[in-house]
């Protein structure tokens, strides 16, 4: 009933920047949690950020001062402003969201299928 569809990745250098954006669709009462993922060649996913349903945005160590999480909940929407890229920060960047006030928190309820972006240097 929910799809996430995920866009804004590609090819870039080290140093740009890429802003990537997660449109949420289907019948959606409400959205808790947003959030951004990614995995890299060989390594397990990780959060890079997450904001709440009042705009509180946390970030991995790596993303701080770098990357920009942001929502619109009028569009269902999600964003993240990526700026000084390195490639380390190659990877398959996956949305998710939480809509259920669960009493224990095991994963997002929906994921993206997720956008490549690759850091050239």
């Known amino acids: 009933q929910v799809q996430l569809v995920e866009s804004g990745g590609g090819l870039v250098q080290a140093g740009g920047s890429v802003r990537l954006s997660c449109v949420a669709s289907g019948s959606i009462f409400r959205i808790l949690e947003m959030a951004w993922h990614r995995q890299a060649p060989g390594k397990q996913r990780e959060l890079v950020a997450e904001i709440t349903s009042g705009g509180t945005a946390t970030y991995a160590d790596y993303a701080k001062g770098r990357f920009t999480i942001s929502r619109d909940d009028a569009k269902n929407a999600v964003y993240l402003q990526m700026n000084s890229l390195e490639p380390e920060d190659t990877a398959v960047y996956y949305c998710?969201?939480?809509?259920?006030?669960?009493?224990?928190?095991?994963?997002?309820?929906?994921w993206g299928q997720g956008t490549q972006v690759t850091v050239s240097s």
């Open positions: 998710a969201i939480l809509v259920t006030n669960k009493p224990i928190f095991t994963d997002y309820d929906y």
